[in-house]
């Protein structure tokens, strides 16, 4: 018998206006995304310091799915993201799995292992799938920001090559 209580709050960051098929894009059977959250988006989303357990994504379109879908986490001091700031190290893997999206709007990814989250750090999270053919895209609503909050490489190789745009590609 389970006497605790337990309970999850959410919060929301961007407003979601846009599309984007990154990181789940798996028209490409490999992809490799980093999406960096600045401490003040995550605050004025009202989060505070502690465990972060999950993620939600809020699916417009459904498409393949997603094998070996990988999500590290660290805070960074970083405040945009370019092909000289791509990190490989010191990640924490929260989530490690095969994904399928089943419906439709948000969509959660509860993690194996909580991260805990500092409350003044910026936060980098680093998304991987390795599918080993293409299939149709996963689309989600996404939120343009005004400084490089994004870099991401998807194709049909496994290696990353960067850009004059600040992509991995």
């Known amino acids: 018998v389970n006497t605790g209580t337990t309970s999850l709050n959410t919060y929301t960051v961007g407003t979601g206006t846009t599309s ?21 988006e995550i605050t004025a989303a009202g989060m505070s310091a502690g465990n972060i357990s999950g993620l939600q994504f ?14 590290r986490m660290k805070t960074s001091p970083l ?26 709007g948000w969509n959660s990814l509860q993690f194996i292992t909580p991260f805990n989250w500092n409350g003044t750090s910026n936060l980098l999270v680093d998304i991987t799938y390795d599918n080993i053919v293409s299939s149709s895209d996963n689309q989600i609503a ?5 400084f490089n909050s994004t870099i991401s490489n998807s194709g049909s190789d496994r290696v990353a090559s960067f850009h004059s745009a600040g992509y991995v590609n």
């Open 20 to 40: 984007c098929n990154s990181p789940f894009g798996s028209l490409q059977p490999v992809s490799h995304t980093q999406y960096l959250w600045k401490a003040s």
């Open 79 to 104: 405040d945009s993201l370019s092909q000289a700031t791509y990190s490989d190290s010191v990640f924490t893997t929260v989530y490690s799995q095969n994904t399928q999206f089943s419906n439709l």
């Open 142 to 146: 996404a939120t343009a920001t005004s």
């Open 58 to 71: 809020y699916l417009q379109t459904l498409g393949g799915s997603l094998r070996n879908l990988t999500i």
